[in-house]
Every structure is written in C-alpha cells, then in structure tokens.
C-alpha cells in the first residue's frame, strides 16, 4: 500500500542555517506530494506540495525537490528561524478512492540559537 | 479563512465511558477527517466522510465510530474508551477530488482515558 517515511524522528540546527528534513516513500502510485507542518498545541498546516512531473518547487523560504529515481522527497528551509520550530509531515493521497492523506511519522525540527 | 473548530481541547475520561468528539467546520467542504496523533506513529486515519451520512474507515477503525448528520460537523464516538485511546485526535476537512490536496486541520482535542 501507499506509504511515506521520514528519517530523522529529530533534527537540530542553528538559527540562520539551512535545514533539510527528508522524507522516503515506498511506491510510485501517488503523483502528488504534500509537506505539514506542526508547531505546539496546533494542528497541522499546509507548507508547500509538488506533483511528480516536477523535480523542484520553491515557496517562501522552502523548497522541496523530489527525486523520482530513488523515491525520495526533501524539505528545504532557508535561514532558519525560532519560528521554524515545528513538528514537519510528509504526505501523500491515501490513494483507494479516497480523498485523504497517508502522513509520515513526523521530524521534530529544534532552532539551536 | 478556513476554521476547523474541535470542541473541547483536553478531556479527560475512565475507562468504559462513552466520549464525543465534535468537529465542525466553515467552510462547506465535502470531505471531513478524524486522525490519531501518537509519539512515533505520526497521524493515523480512524474515519473519514465525503458526504453528509456517509462514512469510509481509515486505517484504524476498530473502537470508534462517527456520525455526519449535517456537512459541517463530524463526529468521533468512542462506544467503551479505554486507556489505550489515550491519544491526540485531530480532525480535518478538505475539497473532494484531491485538487489541491490541502487538508484543513482543528487544533485538536488531547484525551486522556484513565
């Protein structure tokens, strides 16, 4: 079945580095990929998506890059600030008919100052 | 904005107790969600819905049910909680068809069973 898979459960960075959370998944039936994020006491937001005929999409301060090859999904984030601190998700269509989402297991991303 | 509103945010429980959770949301979406968030496990699907009385499991079914009676609020039954309920639930609406894929999520609602 659909799944999605993050490697880190932690990542820590300083405050103005880049960061990159990375994300697996197990197949290719999906087209469509979407990364959350969660910040404490809140629900999950949008951040950015990308569909698979694409190898690179940018937003503000993110980007993500997907590599088809070996089946892996990245999330950038530029200059990295405390209010980046979050909980990050990878998803994807839980595919079936079904308009919902398969999540990663989540990288807690932690802003060393 | 789109406002996906959870009822209680903590609640606590005992074991055997029957618990709602409701959901609703504003913005007149067909589809609507109920997840689990546990330590390691990420989210988990318990139920879904994509229109009014209709209803789908997700991955993780077993001990909950829900009820659609109006499109704009969804709610998680637990008939008999238990302690391994313990958990964060979050619900969700979206767009049907997976346009954009953008699920819209309430803030959620952490119960403890005891």
């Known amino acids: 079945g659909e799944s999605v898979g993050l490697h880190l459960p932690t990542l820590s960075v300083q405050e103005g580095d880049n960061s990159i959370i990375n994300c697996a998944y197990s197949?290719?039936?999906?087209?469509?990929f979407i990364w959350y994020k969660q910040e404490s006491g809140k629900g999950p937001q949008f951040i950015i998506d990308?569909?698979?005929?694409?190898d690179k999409r940018q937003g503000q301060r993110v980007t993500v890059l997907l590599n088809k090859t070996v089946k892996h999904l990245s999330l950038q984030i530029a200059a990295t600030q405390p209010g980046d601190s979050a909980v990050y998700f990878c998803?994807?269509?839980?595919?079936?008919?079904?308009?919902?989402?398969?999540f990663g297991k989540g990288t807690h991303l932690i802003i060393q100052p | 904005d789109v406002k996906v509103t959870q009822s209680s945010r903590y609640l606590v429980k005992r074991t055997g107790e029957k618990v709602f959770l409701e959901c609703v949301q504003d913005?007149?979406?067909?589809?609507m969600f109920w997840y689990r968030q546990d330590p390691g496990l990420g989210l988990r699907l318990i139920y879904f819905?994509?229109?009014?009385?209709?209803?789908e499991k997700g991955d993780i079914p077993e001990g909950y049910s829900v009820s659609r009676e109006k499109k704009e609020r969804f709610s998680l039954i637990l008939e008999s909680a238990s302690t391994n309920q313990t958990s964060m639930y979050l619900c969700?609406?979206?767009?049907?068809?997976?346009?954009?894929?953008?699920?819209?999520f309430g803030e959620g609602s952490r119960l403890t069973v005891l």
């Open positions: 969700a609406s979206s767009l049907p068809g997976g346009l954009t894929g953008e699920l819209f």
């Open positions: 197949n290719s039936a999906s087209d469509y």
């Open positions: 990308i569909r698979s005929n694409m």
């Open positions: 998803a994807r269509p839980s595919g079936g008919g079904a308009d919902g989402l398969t």
């Open positions: 913005m007149d979406h067909e589809n």
């Open positions: 819905s994509y229109d009014v009385k209709m209803k």
